[in-house]
Nanobody, 115 residues
Framework: QVQLVESGGGLVQPGGSLRLSCSAS????????MGWHRQAPGKQREWVAT???????AYSDSVKGRFTISRGNAKNTILLQMNSLKPEDTAVYYC?????????WGQGTQVTVSS
């Protein structure tokens, strides 16, 4: 069983920045992919970003150029640097590994962008 724990969410003004972190514990293995999804109120969960074990990254069009996914210093830890945040980025952000519905999911961390 793998546990994923997110941290770093909070309230930020439009144009601000936040950094999310996700760490994996339990039956740790090197995931081929890890990434982030988000779910805004009243909307379906949507994919945000993925990082592969070889370091290749991918982003949804809605966050490309503003968000950066990377691996943390600790094994099986990933980060999501979010810059130029917009009110429409408000959502619960979920870590997922490996990427996909059958992977493990964290409990989510709330990100609220509001003035």
């Amino acid at each position: 069983q793998v546990q994923l724990v997110e941290s770093g969410g909070g309230l930020v003004q439009p144009g601000g920045s936040l950094r999310l972190s996700c760490s994996a514990s339990g039956n740790i293995r090197s995931f081929n992919t890890m990434g982030w999804h988000r779910q805004a109120p009243g909307k379906q969960r949507e994919w945000v970003a993925t990082i592969a074990i070889n370091g290749i990254t991918a982003y949804s069009d809605s966050v490309k150029g503003r968000f950066t996914i990377s691996r943390g210093n600790a094994k099986n830890t990933i980060l999501l640097q979010m810059n130029s945040l917009k009110p429409e980025d408000t959502a619960v952000y979920y870590c997922n590994a490996p990427i996909g519905a059958s992977g493990s999911w964290g409990q989510g961390t709330q990100v609220t962008v509001s003035s």
